[in-house]
Structures are given as structure tokens and as C-alpha cells.
């Protein structure tokens, strides 16, 4: 009953042998697009990552026209023998830990109505590959709500998702919670005294623009960076102390570009975002802020292709012959972005000739992405900042 979908999970969650028999690039952009497409207003931030690993664990116990699609949209390998996947279960899944990058925090489950039948054999195998249970509450008991889900998540990632939790009905039949919080250290910290008030400028319907004074960090010294032709949007990256992790800055060449630019990411690759030229005497100048976002993904991923789980879902494989749908996924992300650390004083002989500095200056709506060599952990799009 499990093979086919142990193969799926072996697949999205294991080492880089078999991530290379899957387009997990162009699957991740295009799941960007989708998301990031959902407001030209709001700020939208999610996390690709915890994305995946919720479809994962629904997809479980799916079976039928609802695995196939899954299976389909996500790109997965047929290749792999039963026997196989078996063994890099045991052997390679990469458990998200906190520790991994330092100031990652992430959590992940599926709930259900109270007196659900969830399969044993789905229970067990969902334990094992997740770390976690399937929890069952009751949808109409704010307490039970706030008990079973708003507490738990509460105390894995210090994410607060009580309002979008009392939204939940006892009409609810399954839902998938999701919340992630990030506030890395950068390589090259900003200097704290160098913080200063800027400009973002925000495209109004009018044709005009909104301009509001928002805390802008500045450094200056080396940096990956260049145009990509296709977005007519400027790539930055900026590396954070873990040498694997680092953050990419999309910020079109049109300040009221950012919505084209997210429509033209699709056949584009992670690598083909990721900035090749070195400049010397770069001066970045950043904006500061924190942000949590709570997303309603049902609609952004039905557009992405997966639409059977919320509306005819055959996911006979956790609940047996009775039929449930997956009423919503919902997730929240936070992420923190400061000047990461305070050093005494600049050594200024690094950084060369003042009057010959390349100065990007992020001042109007962008795109940014947490991501090491093969993942995108946080995607966000910034429409406004400051009040």
C-alpha cells in the first residue's frame, strides 16, 4: 500500500543522489510563482520547503487520482524500485532540525475531525518519516483548537497562530498546519550605526507612487550580483554565516515591475536566480524588518495543479473507504531581517575607493529567497513596508 507513496517521500526528503532524478528546480520556481502571485498589495512570505513536506504528508496516505496528481504536479521519479526507497528511508531522510542552520524553526502536521479513523498503518509510518502525529480535535472547541494546535505550534517555532485558528468550524474534515520562523546572522554583518532612515517607494493603481521613510541598512564591500534578461530584474546575494545559506534579492529594474517579474519565473531554475558576478565596492542598502504572514495555500496550489485533495481527495490510505476532503492548508512564516550582528568599528582599507562604489539600493517592491544549493526554505514577496 506504501510503496509507491514511500517512494515519493524517500524522493522530496532525502540526500542529493536522488534529487537529482526529480526537476525539483522548476517544480520550486513554479510553486513560487503561484504563491507570490497571490497579491499585488500585501506582502506575501511562505516557505516552499514546508510546503512540500504538508503535501508530502498528505500524500501518505493518498491514493488513486489524488496521488497521481500529486505525484504528476511535484515532477516525482518513477525509477526507483519499492525495495530501494525502503532502504533510503532507513538509511538518508534529512530530518529538519533547529539546529541545522541555527535559527531555523519549523512545524509540520496534519489534523482531523474528532472521531476520525485514521489507518494504523499510516499512523506508524507518518510517526516515523515526520517526527510527528496525526492529531485529532475537534474544530468546534476553541480550547481544543487552541490546545491541540495553537500550543503546539506555539512551542516549535514561537509562532502565534491563534486568529487564523479560531476560523476553523466543526465543518473542518482535515486540515494541514503549517509555521516556520527564521532570523539568521548575515557573514558580513551591517553596522547597527549605519541604519538610517530611507525611502521605499510603493506602485499605487493611480500610476503613482507611495513613498514612506522605512529603517534601511547599508553595507559595503563584495557581493554577488547581475541582471537576468528574462525577469528585467537585478539579482543579489547576500550570504549568511552558515556557509550553505544565503539570501537572493529580485528586485526588478521597473520600481513597479515585481508582478511581471514573478509571472516570467517559469522554466527558470534555482541556479539560473542565483546571482555569477562578483563586484567589488558594492554598497547594498537594505530594508529592516520583521514580518509574519498567515496564507490560505488551497487556491495557490490548486492553480499549481493540486486540486483533488480539496475537492474529490481519495486519501483512503490514512482514513480507509470514507470520504474526506482536506479542507485547507495554512501556514504562517516569519523571518527577521536586522544588521545580524555589531562589530566596533569598520576596517574601511577593505572596502576600497568611496567614489568608485556600486550602490543597490532596495527601495521599491522586491522578491527575496532563503535558500541553500538545492532548496528554497523562505520565498517572499515585499509590496510595502513601514505603516
Given at each position: ?127 516515523e518519516l515526520f517526527n510527528t502525529s496525526v492529531a485529532e480535535v475537534n474544530f468546534g472547541s476553541s480550547i481544543n483548537k487552541k490546545f491541540k494546535i495553537s500550543d503546539w505550534i506555539m512551542d516549535k517555532t514561537s509562532v502565534k497562530l491563534t486568529k487564523a485558528i479560531n476560523e476553523l468550524t466543526n465543518e473542518t474534515q482535515i486540515i494541514q498546519i503549517g509555521a516556520m ?207
Open positions: 500500500m506504501f510503496g509507491k507513496q514511500l517512494a515519493v517521500l524517500a524522493i522530496v526528503l532525502i540526500g542529493s543522489s536522488v534529487f537529482q532524478l526529480i526537476a525539483a528546480d522548476i517544480v520550486t520556481t513554479s510553486l513560487i510563482k503561484s504563491v507570490l502571485s497571490g497579491s499585488d498589495t500585501e506582502n506575501v512570505i511562505f516557505s516552499p520547503y514546508l510546503v512540500k513536506e504538508s503535501l508530502m504528508q498528505l500524500y501518505l496516505g493518498a491514493e488513486g487520482n489524488t496521488s497521481d496528481e500529486i505525484e504528476e504536479t511535484l515532477q516525482l521519479s518513477k525509477d526507483l524500485s519499492k525495495d530501494n526507497i525502503i532502504n533510503i528511508i532507513i538509511h538518508n531522510i534529512v530530518k529538519f532540525k533547529r539546529e541545522r542552520y541555527g535559527t531555523f524553526e519549523k512545524a509540520s502536521r496534519t489534523y482531523v475531525a474528532k472521531n476520525t479513523l485514521v489507518d494504523l498503518r499510516y499512523s506508524q509510518k507518518y510517526e520562523s527564521f532570523h539568521g546572522k548575515w557573514k558580513e554583518p551591517f553596522q547597527v550605526s549605519d541604519t538610517k532612515l530611507a525611502s521605499f517607494y510603493i506602485p499605487q493603481k493611480t500610476g503613482d507612487f507611495y513613498t514612506t521613510k522605512i529603517s534601511t541598512m547599508s553595507r559595503l564591500g563584495q557581493c554577488q550580483y547581475n541582471f537576468i534578461e528574462k525577469l528585467k530584474a537585478y539579482s543579489i546575494e547576500i550570504p549568511y554565516a552558515h556557509p550553505q545559506l544565503s539570501m537572493i534579492i529580485l528586485q526588478p529594474k521597473a520600481m513597479d515591475g515585481v508582478h511581471q517579474m514573478i509571472q516570467n519565473l517559469n522554466d527558470l531554475t534555482l541556479n539560473d536566480l542565483v546571482p555569477k558576478d562578483v563586484v567589488s565596492n558594492f554598497r547594498i542598502l537594505l530594508p529592516k524588518f520583521k514580518i509574519g504572514i498567515t496564507l490560505k495555500l488551497k487556491e495557490a496550489l490548486k492553480n499549481f495543479g493540486i486540486k483533488d485533495l480539496f475537492e474529490n481527495a481519495n486519501l483512503s490510505g490514512m482514513t480507509g473507504p470514507t470520504k474526506y476532503l482536506v479542507n485547507e492548508i495554512l501556514h504562517k512564516v516569519q523571518i527577521e531581517l536586522d544588521e545580524g550582528a555589531q562589530k566596533d568599528k569598520i576596517d574601511m582599507a577593505d572596502f576600497g575607493s568611496i567614489s568608485k562604489q556600486f550602490i543597490a539600493a532596495v527601495n521599491h517592491p522586491f522578491v527575496f529567497l532563503v535558500k541553500d544549493k538545492k532548496t528554497v526554505y523562505i520565498a517572499g514577496r515585499i509590496n510595502k513596508l513601514g505603516k
